[in-house]
C-alpha cells in the first residue's frame, strides 16, 4: 500500500541540467498534482492533471514541463536547471479534484547550484 | 497581502495546554477549507475539513467564520507528537487551491 511515491528523493543539479522527477500513484486516482514548497511560502500549484493523456498549467509553471502518459504515473521535466528552482516538490493526487483530500508523495528536495 | 494568512510562529506550549491558530483567507466564495499537517521534512497531510457548522475530531476542533473571513483550529491537551506545522487550505473550485504558509507548534515536555 505505497500511496504516492516520487523519485528520486534528493538531487542536485548544476544550473543548465536537465531532469526528470517522477510520480508514481497506485490509488487510482484520476487527478494528479506537482507542487513545490519554498521557506515562508505556501505549496504553488506547478501544473496538475485531471487524467490520462490531459495536463494543464497551475500558478507557477515557467520552467516547467509534465506529462502524463499512464493514469498512475506523472512526471515533471525542468528543461534548463535555474537556481530559482531549488526548492521541495511534491506529488499529489485525489480523487476528483483538490477541494477534497490530497495524497502527498514524500518529497523532492532539488537543488541547482 | 497573501491570499491566505497564518501566523508563522511558533508557538511553543507546554504538554497538555489548549492552543489555537488562525487563518485568513482573501476569498468570499471560497467553497471549502482545510487543515493540513506537515511534520518536519515531510509531506502534508489531512488533518481535518473545516465545515460551517464547525467540526470536531477528538482533541481538534476546527471552525470557519464566513463573516469575518477566518478558519480556525484549537488543539486540546497538547501532546508531545502534536509538535508539527499546521497549513490552512482555502479551496476555491477549478484546482485553485491555496495553501497557507503554515504556523509552526512546538510542544515541550
Known amino acids: 500500500n505505497a500511496g504516492v511515491t516520487q523519485t528520486p528523493k534528493f538531487r542536485v543539479l548544476k544550473t543548465g541540467q536537465s531532469m526528470t522527477l517522477l510520480c508514481a500513484q497506485d490509488?487510482?486516482?484520476?487527478?494528479m498534482y506537482w507542487y513545490r514548497q519554498d521557506p515562508g511560502m505556501g505549496l504553488r500549484l506547478i501544473h496538475y492533471?485531471?487524467?490520462?493523456?490531459?495536463?494543464a498549467k497551475g500558478e507557477v509553471p515557467d520552467g516547467y514541463n509534465v506529462s502524463r502518459l499512464k493514469k498512475q504515473n506523472f512526471l515533471l521535466g525542468l528543461e534548463s536547471a535555474a537556481p530559482s528552482q531549488t526548492s521541495v516538490y511534491f506529488c499529489a493526487s485525489s480523487w476528483d479534484s483538490v477541494n477534497t483530500e490530497a495524497f502527498f508523495g514524500q518529497g523532492t528536495r532539488l537543488t541547482v547550484v | 497581502r497573501k491570499e491566505v494568512e497564518q501566523d508563522p510562529g511558533p508557538f511553543n506550549v507546554p504538554e497538555g495546554a489548549t492552543v489555537a491558530f488562525n487563518c485568513t483567507y482573501s476569498?468570499?466564495?471560497?467553497?471549502?477549507f482545510f487543515w493540513y499537517r506537515q511534520d518536519c521534512r515531510k509531506e502534508p497531510k489531512l488533518l481535518m475539513s473545516v465545515y460551517s457548522s464547525g467540526n470536531e475530531d477528538g482533541r481538534f476542533t476546527a471552525q470557519l467564520n464566513r463573516a469575518s473571513q477566518y478558519i480556525s483550529l484549537l488543539i486540546r491537551d497538547s501532546k508531545l507528537s502534536d509538535s508539527a506545522t499546521y497549513l490552512c487550505?482555502?479551496?476555491?473550485?477549478?484546482?485553485?487551491?491555496?495553501f497557507g504558509a503554515g504556523t509552526r507548534l512546538f510542544v515541550k515536555a
Open positions: 476569498n468570499s466564495a471560497s467553497q471549502s
Open positions: 487550505v482555502e479551496g476555491r473550485g477549478g484546482f485553485k487551491t491555496i
Open positions: 492533471s485531471v487524467g490520462e493523456g490531459t495536463t
Open positions: 490509488m487510482n486516482h484520476e487527478y
